[in-house]
């Protein structure tokens, strides 16, 4: 299922700078787009989600940007910090339905 | 703050044997939700639940698996008979509401290692 792509398996920046972490997906049909951060042996935690009708939403450090024209996503983190590092996975649902399809996920490091 | 609860951590059975993951939902949630991820792979959507029944089920969700809200707060995910495929993390999540956006909050996972 290659619906949703994140193509940067992994990402480093430094501590302070900006991370962009990119997400493509293929169904028009998607209504509505998530990030969740994932740290080792918990689960996926919501970061923040955009609707298919808006452009960007911010929240706090964290924004993301919405292309539909592209079908392309970008979760923009700034500044980094160190407790950010951690695996960043890109989802997306239906408005009539229950499921998230994910992305594959990049692994953020932020370096102090 | 409210959590999903997920037990065992770590399951290890034989091939062929049945198991059955727990899961305890955030209180007020109505639907229900499991997920696998094979190391290596996507986070994949098994199954959907609601009002105690399927409400949606993905290609790997076949007559192996089995879901049952058993009490009001218990989520299983049964299979019935382990397959070496079956070997995966298995999250379970929960949710206040379907469609929209939808914020699905997520377990820690139990990881099946099936041998």
């Known amino acids: 299922d290659q619906q949703v792509k994140q193509n940067s398996p992994s990402l480093s920046v430094q501590e302070g700078r900006i991370s962009i972490l990119n997400c493509d997906y293929t169904n028009s049909m998607f209504d509505y787009f998530l990030w969740y951060k994932k740290y080792p042996a918990e689960g996926p935690t919501f970061l923040i989600s955009i609707s298919s009708i808006k452009d960007k939403n911010e929240d706090g450090r964290f924004t993301v940007f919405l292309n539909k024209s592209a079908k392309h996503l970008s979760l923009h983190i700034v500044p980094s910090q160190p407790g950010d590092s951690a695996v960043y996975f890109c989802a997306a649902s239906k408005a009539a339905g229950n499921k998230l399809t994910f992305g594959g996920g990049t692994r953020v490091l932020v370096k102090p | 703050e409210p959590e999903v609860t997920q037990t065992p951590s770590h399951q290890v059975t034989q091939m062929g044997q049945e198991v059955i993951l727990r899961c305890v939902p955030i209180?007020?949630?109505?639907?229900f939700y499991w997920y696998r991820q094979i190391l290596g792979q996507k986070v994949e959507f098994l199954v959907s639940f609601y009002n105690n029944e399927i409400s949606e089920k993905s290609e790997i969700f076949d007559d192996q698996f089995s879901v049952e809200r058993p009490d009001g707060s218990n989520f299983t995910l049964k299979i019935r008979s382990t397959k070496l495929e079956d070997s995966a993390m298995y999250f379970c999540?929960?949710?206040?509401?379907?469609?929209?956006?939808?914020?699905?909050?997520f377990g820690a996972g139990t990881r099946l290692s099936v041998l």
């Open positions: 209180s007020n949630h109505l639907y």
């Open positions: 999540a929960s949710s206040m509401t379907s469609g929209g956006a939808n914020i699905q909050y």
